[in-house]
């Protein structure tokens, strides 16, 4: 999954970034969200503060009320992976915000073939975020890719028969057994449980008594059987 978080105050030029970006998209048969705003306001806040996958950011230097060159300092406070284009009528803000640092993709002017420019820059984009550590699934014609930080364990629905993978910001249910899953996802994992495999580097801790695990994110799975609790204790 792929999140597009796009804002520009220009009713017009707003539709035109998303319709770029739906090209796009329609071309890799990635999945993805777009969330589409006018200006820097709480809804913005609210999906900026959020725990959602792969963020590209496409963002307006100036709307009515605020900076983007104020916001991105807000979510590079928190956050260094998401990707950032910047698309402003500002071409002499240039130079002030390579002072910042601010580890962004590309500057691309409104006024200098700005569609052409920003849909290679999107691709750019698409290829960063295909160099991640994902966990590529196609499932019923889409195709899912999770970064495998973001998830915190995967069990296994005897009733349907699929796997539920549990990320910080959702779940996906695909149609893979368990142990595919284990050699899809790597080293990283354990079996915590023949209906269950955990990240972890996202295991903070496991409450014996109650057979209980506790994730970084604070949410827990009880899906613990002897032999993990035996393993746990050699570390």
């Not at 970034?17 to 777009?34: A, C, G, L, Q, T």
């Not at 500002?90 to 849909?119: A, N, P, R, V, W």
Request: aromatic share 10%; hydrophobic share 40%; with cysteine.
């Amino acid at each position: 999954m792929v999140s597009f978080i796009i804002c520009e105050d220009n009713k017009k030029m707003n539709e035109n970034v998303v319709n770029i970006v739906d090209k796009i998209m329609m071309k890799n048969k990635m999945s993805y969200k777009k969330y589409i705003f006018f200006d820097y306001d709480s809804s913005f806040m609210t999906v900026m503060e959020r725990k959602i996958p792969n963020k590209i950011y496409i963002l307006d230097i100036e709307t009515p009320t605020s900076s983007g060159i104020d916001i991105v300092r807000k979510i590079r406070e928190k956050d260094l992976h998401s990707i950032i284009i910047f698309l402003t009528s500002h071409d002499e803000l240039g130079y002030i915000i390579l002072k910042q640092e601010f580890m962004f993709l590309s500057f691309i002017c409104k006024f200098d073939d700005y569609e052409q420019k920003l849909s290679e820059s999107i691709k750019k984009a698409l290829k960063i975020v295909g160099q991640k550590l994902v966990l590529s699934i196609t499932d019923s014609g889409v195709i899912y890719n999770i970064p495998i930080d973001d998830i915190l364990y995967i069990t296994r629905d005897s009733v349907d028969r699929k796997c539920i993978i549990k990320t910080d910001y959702t779940e996906f249910r695909v149609n893979r057994s368990l142990s595919e899953m284990l050699v899809e996802v790597g080293s990283k994992f354990k079996q915590s449980h023949r209906a269950c495999i955990i990240n972890m580097e996202r295991f903070r801790k496991m409450d014996k008594r109650k057979k209980l695990i506790t994730f970084d994110s604070g949410d827990t799975i009880d899906l613990v059987n002897d032999d993990f609790k035996k393993e746990l204790a050699k570390r």
